[in-house]
Nanobody, 126 residues
Framework: QLVESGGGLVKPGGSLRLSCVAS????????VGWFRQAPGKEREGVSCHSNADEVTTYADSVKGRFTISRDSAQKMIYLEMNNLQVEDTGVYYC?????????????????????WGQGTQVTVTS
C-alpha cells in the first residue's frame, strides 16, 4: 500500500515536495513512479526510477524542474517539484512496479504499475 502526502496550493514559480510511504515490504525490488491527472485529462507519467537498472526518466514537460528520489530504508519515494506552472495542476499519484526494469521507466505507462496510492492534489494558481 502506498500513501502520498505533500500536495497543496502554490503560486507559479513555487515549489512543493511530494512524499509517498510504502507499507509492508521494501521498495528495493520495484520501479517507482509518479503520475498525474489534470482535470478532464488522462493520467500521465511524470517520472520513474528503476533500482534494478539505475535508470531515472522524466516527462519532457517536467525535465529540469522535477526530481524523483527514494529512501529505501524508510520505504519512501519523493518528488521534488520546482518552478511549478499552472499546467502542473492535478492529482499526483505514486506507483510501484514489482521487478520494474528500465523498460518500465522508459515507458512509464500506468498498466505496468500494480501498486498505487490514493493521490494528492497539487494546485498551481496565481
Amino acid at each position: 500500500q502506498l500513501v502520498e502526502s505533500g500536495g497543496g496550493l502554490v503560486k507559479p514559480g513555487g515549489s512543493l515536495r511530494l512524499s509517498c510511504v510504502a507499507s509492508g515490504s521494501t521498495l528495493d525490488n520495484y520501479a517507482v513512479g509518479w503520475f498525474r491527472q489534470a482535470p478532464g485529462k488522462e493520467r500521465e507519467g511524470v517520472s520513474c526510477h528503476s533500482n534494478a537498472d539505475e535508470v531515472t526518466t522524466y516527462a519532457d514537460s517536467v525535465k529540469g524542474r522535477f526530481t524523483i528520489s527514494r529512501d529505501s530504508a524508510q520505504k519512501m519515494i519523493y518528488l521534488e517539484m520546482n518552478n511549478l506552472q499552472v499546467e502542473d495542476t492535478g492529482v499526483y499519484y505514486c506507483a510501484a512496479s514489482f521487478g520494474g526494469s528500465a523498460y518500465v521507466c522508459y515507458r512509464t505507462q500506468e498498466e505496468d504499475f500494480g501498486s498505487w496510492g490514493q493521490g494528492t492534489q497539487v494546485t498551481v494558481t496565481s
